[in-house]
């Protein structure tokens, strides 16, 4: 039950996000090529959740699910630069709120609620702003890219120009067939090995001040940028993997095959552009690629998930050398996944597994008996929160939508848990996209509001609805690549039905629900979640 063990000394909390991570991209899940040492070796001391998605995308959207333990439905932050309402709690205010301090390495990407500032206020001119609750502790900057590291690149002699993209730029000018070309800094340099760095410096600081009776249990999250486009690693990260190597894509036969299965792929198929991925990319579709530079990103991106993979390792080697490693809650996982070619696609987006099934690994250290398991069973970026709080001993606030994944931490598998995952998509970027080509924006929906869907992914059969747009229906077992739309067969209508039933219990279930359990009687408000609102 939680709060069971509220009495013991509060364990730290290392909360790790590699950006853009999906979850066959890991040695410890199979996969033929990628080798990830470090996170392997943690996962063998801790629980890896293998069918873990995430419950929205892209950055932000994903994000606040992941700090929030909402729903998209509840959070609604459908896209990039939409403001997450001020009222919605969150895992740094509420630990916070049991003492613990709440400190940030890197980003959150979360968009500031302007009715919480001025109108003339400049942290309304940035979109990528600190979820509130956070101290940012980190030498990182605004924004994802970091303009302080930027400037930490400048001073080592790194040739960028006053725009700090320039950072992720590569030797050498643009070409195609894409190659395997470095970026302009070391490996050492790297933001990942940056961040790194300004960890184990924060992380020792607290120490120092544990040791002089002066510290507070701490929740760190460290919000790393790889494997995040653009899809160039440093040096000799750039050369791990021959393209030739590479698992093959999960596609059809041609993108004009693909863009038959649905009008949202196809729209996306067209308006996804290749300059989002590499720097000198031109403004054309990404499925214009030959597949020797798909193959290339993918070797490309291997290279990353490494770098990020060596970073972790220096982190553990870190706690376990300074005598943290059994007195920290190390949670490792990702916002959003990445489609990497599959489908002639590249970004977090659609309704895909490959955008949205990412890593999660869970060390408890003071629960070793099931270190080395495997979970396979549906979890979501929703649970982390109330994971944390309840590995604390903490009662999880009602609002959460999540669950505490703490029973697979005890080695058992609740009898009630999900058989279902549910993510949402918000695509009323494709309208701007269609805008842009000078194509009907309203080809997707009748306005920005019904650019929505929701999947529902069980074991065998996968639905998604969509609020105009035709709904999809795979079945996973006979058709594992998502090639087969059935939701027009006759054949599969009562399954269509029973899907689109669940979909409503799913979404009457979790509306928000922060003040359902309240009353207010003479005596005055009663409830048992009333003193979490104090």
């Not at 972790?312 to 990497?340: F, M, N, P």
């Not at 629960?367 to 970026?381: A, D, I, K, Q, Y």
């Not at 979404?507 to 003193?531: D, H, M």
Request: one cysteine or more.
């Amino acid at each position: 039950m939680p709060g069971e063990n509220a009495k013991q000394p509060p364990m730290n909390v290392l909360l790790i996000t590699a950006d853009q991570w999906r979850a066959d991209s890991l040695s410890a899940a199979g996969h033929p090529v990628v080798k990830t040492p470090h996170t392997d070796a943690l996962a063998a001391e801790g629980v890896r959740f293998a069918r873990h998605f995430t419950q929205a995308s892209p950055c932000q959207p994903g994000r606040a699910s992941l700090l929030t333990s909402l729903y998209q439905m509840n959070h609604r932050v459908g896209w990039n630069g939409i403001p997450l309402d001020h009222r919605h709690d969150n895992i740094a205010r509420a630990l916070r709120r049991k003492g613990h301090d709440a400190l940030l390495i890197g980003y959150t990407d979360t968009a500031p609620d302007p009715r919480q500032y001025h109108s003339k206020d400049p942290v309304l001119h940035n979109m990528e702003g600190i979820l509130p609750g956070f101290d940012r502790v980190g030498h990182w900057g605004t924004g994802d890219v970091g303009e302080i590291w930027a400037n930490h690149l400048r001073k080592q002699g790194v040739a960028i120009s006053d725009d700090d993209e320039e950072a992720f730029h590569p030797l050498g000018d643009y070409s195609e067939p894409l190659d395997n070309r470095p970026t302009r800094y070391a490996a050492a340099q790297s933001e990942s090995a940056y961040l790194a760095d300004a960890l184990i410096e924060q992380m020792e600081a607290c120490r120092g001040q544990a040791r002089q009776g002066r510290g507070r249990p701490w929740l760190t999250h460290l919000s790393v940028y790889r494997p995040h486009p653009p899809f160039i690693a440093p040096a000799p990260f750039n050369s791990l993997y021959d393209p030739a190597d590479v698992p093959d894509f999960v596609r059809a036969e041609t993108p004009e095959k693909e863009a038959e299965q649905h009008p949202l792929l196809a729209a996306l198929l067209q308006g996804i552009s290749k300059s989002h991925f590499y720097p000198g990319a031109p403004h054309a579709p990404v499925a214009t690629w030959d597949d020797r530079s798909f193959r290339q990103i993918r070797a490309n991106y291997y290279g990353l998930v490494s770098k990020v993979d060596e970073q972790i390792g220096r982190l553990v080697a870190y706690l376990k050398k300074s005598g943290q490693y059994d007195s920290t809650l190390i949670i490792v996982t990702s916002d959003h996944a990445e489609q990497l070619g599959d489908h002639y696609l590249l970004g977090k987006l659609g309704y895909f597994d490959q955008g949205f099934n990412i890593p999660l690994i869970v060390r408890d250290p003071s629960r070793p008996e099931s270190h080395g398991r495997v979970v396979e069973n549906f979890t979501g970026t929703i649970d982390i929160a109330p994971t944390i709080l309840d590995c604390l001993g903490y009662e999880v606030p009602r609002a959460f939508d999540g669950h505490s994944l703490r029973p697979f931490l005890d080695g058992e598998t609740p009898e009630d848990w999900r058989e279902e995952i549910y993510w949402e998509f918000d695509y009323r970027i494709i309208r701007e996209m269609l805008a842009a080509q000078g194509r009907d924006p309203n080809l997707m929906g009748r306005d920005n509001d019904s650019c929505s869907l929701a999947v529902q992914r069980g074991a065998r059969y996968k639905y998604v609805h969509c609020a105009e747009l035709p709904p999809l229906l795979f079945d996973l077992w006979e058709d594992p690549a998502e090639l087969h739309d059935l939701a027009q067969d006759p054949a599969h209508g009562a399954v269509l039905l029973a899907c689109a039933q669940k979909m409503l219990s799913w979404r009457l279930r979790y509306a928000e629900r922060t003040l359902t359990e309240l009353r207010i009687t003479p005596e005055g408000p009663r409830g048992p979640y009333y003193q979490e609102l104090d």
